[in-house]
């Protein structure tokens, strides 16, 4: 594998927890009814973000294969109670 597969494929391992730390970090303050500035949506996305990959090494680490749908679900659930966690 060269290194531009490699990057690619890092790349796409780590776009999702990306996607979906970006849409909680967007879609909170409609929901939760807050009003968190600039800075403050970075802080989320970035914590989302780390939080996202975390749980999708884990599922790779835990079930050999990338890809799992429980693993995007745990994901999913690990970033709505971090971003849940973010906003109190």
């Known amino acids: ?3 531009m597969s490699l990057l690619f ?3 796409n391992f780590v776009a999702p927890a990306c996607a979906v730390a970006a849409w909680m970090a ?3 303050p409609l929901v939760m009814r807050t009003y968190p500035s600039w ?4 802080r989320q996305f970035l914590f989302n973000s780390i939080v996202g990959v975390v749980v ?6 835990w079930f050999g ?5 429980i693993t995007y679900a745990a994901m999913v659930l690990a970033c709505a109670s971090t971003q849940w966690l973010l906003t109190l």
């Open 1 to 3: 594998m060269d290194v």
């Open 39 to 42: 800075r403050s949506w970075r």
């Open 56 to 61: 999708l090494l884990a599922g790779l680490l």
């Open 65 to 69: 294969n990338d890809g799992k749908v």
């Open 26 to 28: 967007l879609v909170s």
């Open 9 to 11: 494929h890092l790349f």
